[in-house]
């Protein structure tokens, strides 16, 4: 398996612009997991789902901040309208039925400019 | 609010030598814990996962070890080398849908 794919890899973006990061979870794995990573505030859960489901989304900062997982093998997370404060890299994670291995994408790296 | 704490926050050491990273967290009712390394510009590798039964798991030369009652857990590494270097990062969870609360990081340093 490839394991958990993340797109893009980089995002430069202006304020005020809409951002839409990707990912594909290892296949068969049933609960999916956004994250983000700053030097300030560390790594933070943003939400995750279960089962396509969402569970907890009490890390989403604001409303501009959203999350959908249409499918099994596809999840979005979406900011409208960015600001630079959003600049930080995003992670995504996928694990079999709750309370295993966390296997995380490679990240994506947004710059709000 | 769960806490976690990683200490030292940086460490250099040469080559071979033995190594304890700590790590202490606020709330003792974990439900597992995972020890990750994170490569520069890279993503999570899952070292080590440690249910809340369990007082230690081994792989190669890791070994963590998990004292629930105190908050405390220790990854262990044996036989140092520079490809160890990296920042190491302590996730326990609580409730069962494996929610981590992420520590502050160790980062390591191994010289040749």
């Keep these: ?113 | 609010k769960q806490e976690v704490t990683q200490i030292p926050a940086a460490l250099s050491v040469p080559e071979g030598e033995n190594l304890v990273l700590n790590c202490s967290f606020t709330d003792s009712a974990i439900y597992n814990l995972q020890w990750f390394r994170q490569d520069p510009g890279k993503g999570l590798t899952s070292l080590l996962l440690i249910q809340s039964s369990q007082r230690e798991q081994t792989s190669g030369r890791l070994n963590a070890s998990l004292d629930k009652s105190s908050g405390r857990s220790t990854l262990y590494i044996a036989a140092s080398q520079p490809g160890d270097s990296a920042t190491y990062l302590c996730a326990p969870s609580w409730g069962g849908f494996q929610k981590l609360v992420f520590g502050t990081g160790t980062r390591l340093l191994v010289s040749p």
Aim: proline share 6%.
């Design chain 1, 1 to 113: 398996d490839a394991g958990v794919i993340q797109s893009p890899r980089h995002e430069v973006t202006e304020m005020g612009q809409e951002v839409t990061l990707r990912c594909k979870p290892i296949s068969g794995h049933n609960s999916l997991f956004w994250y983000r990573q700053t030097m300030m505030r560390g790594l933070e859960l943003l939400i995750y789902f279960n089962n396509n489901v969402p569970i907890d989304d009490s890390g989403m900062p604001e409303d501009r901040f959203s999350a959908k997982m249409p499918n099994a093998s596809f999840s979005t997370l979406k900011i409208q309208p960015s600001e630079p404060r959003d600049s930080a890299v995003y992670f995504c994670a996928s694990s079999l039925a709750g309370g295993n291995i966390q296997y995380f994408g490679a990240g994506t790296r947004l710059s709000v400019l």
